[in-house]
């Protein structure tokens, strides 16, 4: 199973066994954890500030989100956790001020899905049930 598919699978089992009193926020701070190490507590910043881990090694992202290495996977959940944090114009600001994530880039059109799931999610108008079918539709290959 390649990275991207794997990634679909991690947020598909963390809405399962998900509490249901877990706010959406819970959720999203979780796929970060989960995919790329960006811990829970206030040292989230720190492990955000040094790009995560590559918890999920790979490839298997669509040509557009591929930058020929294996961090994807931790790029998008890490971009997730910040998001679920700052908001999305803040990670996004974050992501291209700091990360040096350009628009046009790979990683810049990653960062720019991580921060639509997220509203997409924050805001009801995808359900937390389909977050990984709308991964592996829009992210891999």
């Not at 701070?29 to 090694?57: C, F, K, Q, S, Y």
């Not at 799931?117 to 891999?140: D, I, K, N, V, Y």
């Amino acid at each position: 199973m390649d990275a991207c598919s794997r990634l679909c699978s991690l947020v598909a089992a963390i809405d399962e066994g998900a509490p249901t009193r877990w706010s959406m926020r819970r959720f999203l701070v979780e796929i970060g954890r989960a995919g790329a190490g960006v811990r829970l507590g206030p040292l989230w910043m720190l492990d955000a500030a040094t790009g995560g881990r590559n918890v999920i090694r790979g490839r298997g992202f669509a040509r557009e989100y591929d930058d020929a290495t294996r961090g994807q996977a931790r790029h998008f959940a890490g971009i997730v956790a910040v998001a679920a944090r700052v908001g999305p114009r803040a990670a996004r600001w974050a992501s291209i001020r700091i990360g040096g994530d350009r628009p046009d880039t790979a990683d810049g059109r990653l960062t720019d899905a991580a921060v639509e799931f997220t509203r997409l999610l924050r805001s009801g108008e995808l359900p937390r049930s389909e977050a990984a079918g709308w991964l592996r539709e829009r992210l891999c290959a």
